[in-house]
Structure formats: C-alpha cells, structure tokens
T-cell receptor, first 113, second 116 residues
Framework: EDKVVQSPLSLVVHEGDTVTLNCSYE??????LLWYKQEKKAPTFLFML????IEKKSGRLSSILDKKELSSILNITATQTGDSAIYLC?????????????FGKGTKLSVKP | ETGVTQTPRHLVMGMTNKKSLKCEQH?????MYWYKQSAKKPLELMFV???????ENNSVPSRFSPECPNSSHLFLHLHTLQPEDSALYLC???????????????FGPGTRLTVL
C-alpha cells in the first residue's frame, strides 16, 4: 500500500532557528512529490519535486528530493512566527486516477518569538 | 483569497439534516476534488471529477453525494451524517493530468463541518 510518512509530527522552535522537515514515501511508480503549507485554511503550494538532487528554493524555504532514499526534506532558515503552520508532503504516482495525491499526516511547526 | 472558493466556511448540522457544500474555481481547471481532513490523519481523497465526469470514488459512504454541473462548480450533498463525519472538507482543482505541472492542486479554504 502506498504511503507517506512525515517527521517529526510536531516541532517547536524559536525565531531565527533553522528547521528541517522530513518526508519519506513508499509509492509504486513514483512521479513527483509536493510540499504544501497549511495555516488555518487552504493548503498553499510550495514546491513540486521530480528530479533527485536538484534543490528548489523560494526565499528562506528550500527542498530537495532523494529518490535513492525515497525521501525529501524541507528546510526553513531564519524562521519567523509567520512560518508557523502544518507542512504537508504528498507523493504522486504514475498511473491510477487523476488527482491521486498520497498525503502524509503533516508536520506542525510552531515558531515562538 | 485563492482561486478556489468554498461556502459555507463553517457548518453545524444534526444527523437528520440535509445540507450542501459548494466549491467554485476561477482558474480554468478541468479537474476538481473533494478531500476530508480529520485531526491527526492524512488528507483523504473522497471524489475526483475530470471534465465533469466522476473518475474516482474512494469508498465514500453514500451519505456523501457529489455533484459537478460544470468544470467550475462542485457540490457535496450531505444527508444523515454521523458525528465521526465532523472534519474539514477541502475542495481542490487542477489541470488535467497529461501535463507534469498538473500534479499541483489548488485548494480552497475548506468548510469546517460539525455533526451533532
């Protein structure tokens, strides 16, 4: 059965810290991996990763995929209170039906001032 | 505000009520989805519509009934729900899957449903 596991499930840090969130997947015919940030409402898209070893970066956030280890990390440097959210990871397999995103449970990040 | 809107944002209903959730997307997408998000569980895909045709029903109980009158609108009709159905119901949309960029789904803000 396809699954995605995120760790840690929750994390509390102080402003300015750097954090690393982990996502591992077991997916038949892996196609891509997506990261989302969910505050109180809609998950908002952060990154889509398809190639191993290529870092994607957006401001203080970056992410990389390791297909050999079947995992991805999301790094946030110089964290701010506005980074507090649940970070969701989803794996997308080839085949199957449209929209078959397999989500992890998420990592709840709390950034304290 | 995202390109996907959902109404109502909050809903409290009794087990004998009938209600409907509405989703509208302004992004020109042709695929729309309903997800259920419960506490401490991964997002669960419920239904998929592709060009107004339902292509996925992930063993969802019949008390949840989707309707997609056109590519921009999606409804979830609720009838005789159970307390365990209380959750955040998220709608999403995307482009059709034949393009790699279509893996990204755009989510609405969700409807927080409480069943008493």
């Amino acid at each position: 059965e396809d699954k995605v596991v995120q760790s840690p499930l929750s994390l509390v840090v102080h402003e300015g810290d750097t954090v690393t969130l982990n996502c591992s997947y077991e997916v038949t015919n892996f196609r891509s991996l997506l990261w989302y940030k969910q505050e109180k409402k809609a998950p908002t898209f952060l990154f889509m990763l398809t190639s191993s070893g290529i870092e994607k970066k957006s401001g203080r956030l970056s992410s990389i995929l390791d297909k050999k280890e079947l995992s991805s990390i999301l790094n946030i440097t110089a964290t701010q209170t506005g980074d507090s959210a649940i970070y969701l990871c989803a794996a997308v397999p080839y085949g199957g039906s449209q929209g078959n995103l397999i989500f992890g449970k998420g990592t709840k990040l709390s950034v304290k001032p | 505000e995202t390109g996907v809107t959902q109404t109502p944002r909050h809903l409290v209903m009794g087990m004998t009520n009938k209600k409907s959730l509405k989703c509208e997307q302004h992004l020109g997408h042709n695929a729309m989805y309903w997800y259920k998000q419960s506490a401490k569980k991964p997002l669960e895909l419920m239904f998929v519509y592709n060009f107004k045709e339902q292509t996925e029903n992930n063993s969802v109980p019949s008390r949840f009934s989707p309707e997609c009158p056109n590519s921009s609108h999606l409804f979830l009709h609720l009838h005789t729900l159970q307390p365990e159905d209380s959750a955040l119901y998220l709608c999403a949309s995307s482009q059709p899957r034949d393009r790699l960029s279509s893996d990204e789904q755009f989510f609405g803000p969700g409807t927080r449903l409480t069943v008493l």
